[in-house]
């Protein structure tokens, strides 16, 4: 009698959870489009607002972003929008101040919007380089430091 319940209950999980279709996770996908006029922002907005798992978009036509939150797939919002027939791409910016120092020639996109960076992989100090030796040449950290007193 035990087994037949697990076997039934085994069963039964087993057929519930492939009818069960996994949802998307809630989130934002930003991506840039170049709008020229209110008919193009009515359009892209028109073909976005219609997508089912989308909750809420937001079109900034001085920033060439639009904004859409839901449980949507990033692909699927980018290839709507580009049946409008329009130029888009997946928001390549980051804001200015989560990138941290020094920045790499690439970063400085002067089709950015104010305050935002490209988003590429930032250059960091060699750790042998000659200015972190010289810093910690006189650390207190380092046993072999000279000390001035």
């Not at 949802?23 to 709008?35: G, S």
């Not at 997946?90 to 990138?99: C, I, K, R, S």
């Amino acid at each position: 009698m035990g087994a037949l319940d697990f076997l039934a209950d085994f069963c039964g999980d087993v057929s519930r959870s492939a009818t069960r279709k996994k949802r998307k996770p809630m989130q934002t996908v930003d991506i840039k489009v170049k709008m020229d006029c209110d008919g193009c922002e009515r359009r892209v907005k028109h073909a976005v607002s219609s997508m089912k798992g989308a909750k809420t978009v937001v079109v900034s036509r001085k920033e060439s972003r639009v904004t859409v939150t839901g449980y949507v797939d990033q692909n699927k919002v980018l290839k709507k929008v580009r049946s409008t027939g329009k130029r888009a791409e997946l928001w390549p910016y980051v804001p200015y101040n989560l990138v941290t120092y020094p920045y790499v020639a690439q970063a400085y996109d002067k089709k950015a919007p104010v305050g935002y960076v490209k988003n590429v992989a930032q250059a960091l100090p060699s750790p042998n380089g000659a200015d972190e030796r010289l810093t910690s040449l006189f650390s207190d950290e380092n046993p072999n430091a000279c000390s001035i007193m």
